[in-house]
Each structure stands twice: as C-alpha cells, then as structure tokens.
C-alpha cells in the first residue's frame, strides 16, 4: 500500500471518531458563546481538541490542526502552571525517574540521533523519555506554553542559557546536570540541551499543559529567529514516527 493509500486507510479508520470529536468541540464552543459552557464539557472538549490537533497534523491537514491547537488552548484553563506549581513538575521527573520500571526497558542510545520516547499524553501532562550520546544537543528552543522539568537519571547533560552580565552584554553560561539532578522551568525560558560526553545519559522530561509548539532559535539578520514547530515535527526529523503516522506506515506494510 502506497503512503497516500495508507493515510487515506487511517482517514476510513479515525474518520467517525474525529468528526464525534468535531461535534463535541462546536458544542462547546456554542455553549461558551452564550455563557452556558459546563465545566465538564469544557474539560471533554479540551480533550477532544487536544486529540484532533494530532490526528488532523498527522493527516497532512496543518491548518486544521492549528485551529484545534487554538481551541484546546481557549478552552483550557485561564492559565498554565504557575511559578508555585514548578516543583511539583520536578518532583512528579524524580518520582518518575526512580520507577525505572516505567521506562527502562525503552532506553536506546542510538549514536545518529537523540532517541524519544513517549511516556504518557492528556492534555494537561506529557512525559517523555530521552536518551543521549555522543555530544546529542536539542539547540536553543522555548516550549511556548509548556512549563517543563527534567530528571536525569544517568548520565550528565549540560544545560546553555543567555546570561546578562553587569555590562548588559549577554553571554552563553553552561549549567552541569549531572545524574541525580532535576531543573524546571517556564514556556518562556530559552535553553538548549546537550549530551556532556562520558557515558550515555538518560532523562525523564515532564510538561504541563501537554508539549505541542516549540520554538527554535537560530542566527538570522539582525540576530536571533524563532521558528515554530510541532513535536511531532521534531520527532519526524529525527526519524522517528508520530503514532499516527506509526500507524500508516504499518498500514502501508499490509
């Protein structure tokens, strides 16, 4: 089977589902037009559109996607994780980190490219499984509305920042993050991170609301430029598949 035949098969097979999810979504928004949206509903349809970005993205439609990534954030919450709440991101990293049963038997440390895994999805948490060697780095990026934090459970990373230094200029600093050791931080904070050399390393990365825009920065005519993209668009140029799209190319097998 070709890959349009195969996404068309994966179209036949979602196609009830995603429309159910189109209906839930305009109720809701019908229902928050007129001030009657229930808090339940809220919370389905959020879900709903959280789950039709996905599958509409893997499908080739982009700009539905955007559309329902734009509605799962006007239907969620007012706001994200606040400062308060970061330690508790880094502390569900370490409890995660510490039940290697969760995750060990997925470690691969592949010496073309950082290896993902994708641990857990709703539209309020995401947790994922990152492997690294041989000086892997991710290069500058924000994850957007995505509070994050990040255990290392072996292994070490450096993690580089911009720094202002007393004179206003702004340098690149290097934070060690050594086995053992957990950081968290805002959407807005920009960082990049990279394997330290030595033995393989292995890290348990936590985000809340669910990661679904990053933005990636490098040099450009007068100076830094953000580009936006998905993770499943980092995780396509990486050569590893979307589930979606895991499930096409299987498709495309039969």
Not at 9 to 36: F, H, M
Not at 85 to 102: N, T
Request: proline share 5%.
């Amino acid at each position: 089977m070709s890959p349009p035949s195969a996404l068309r098969a994966v179209w036949e097979r979602s196609r009830v589902e995603v429309l159910a999810q189109v209906d839930v979504i305009t109720a809701a928004v019908t229902d928050a037009l007129t001030g009657s949206l229930a808090e339940q509903a809220r919370i389905g349809a959020a879900r709903d559109a959280h789950k039709l970005a996905g599958s509409v993205g893997t499908l080739g439609f982009a700009v539905a996607s955007d559309h329902a990534r734009a509605l799962e954030h006007a239907l969620a919450p007012a706001h994200g994780p606040s400062p308060a709440d970061l330690p508790r991101l880094a502390e569900l990293a370490v409890a995660l980190g510490r039940e290697s049963r969760f995750w060990r038997d997925l470690v691969r440390h592949d010496p073309e490219t950082r290896y993902f895994n994708h641990l857990y999805r709703d539209v309020n948490l995401d947790v994922w499984l990152i492997c690294w060697l041989d000086a892997q780095d991710t290069g500058y990026h924000d994850h957007d509305l995505s509070s994050g934090a990040v255990y290392v459970v072996e292994g070490a990373l450096c993690e580089d920042y911009f720094h202002r230094d007393v004179g206003g200029w702004i340098n690149v600093e290097t934070r060690a993050r050594t086995a053992g050791s957990v950081f968290d931080f805002d959407g807005s904070s920009i960082h990049g991170l990279r394997h330290a050399t030595g033995p393989p390393a292995s890290s348990i990365h936590v985000y809340s609301p669910a990661l679904w825009r990053m933005g990636y920065y490098e040099p450009g005519e007068g100076g830094l430029r953000r580009t936006s993209i998905t993770y499943a668009d980092e995780m396509a140029a990486s050569g590893q598949a979307h589930p979606e799209a895991k499930a096409a190319a299987e498709s495309a097998a039969l």
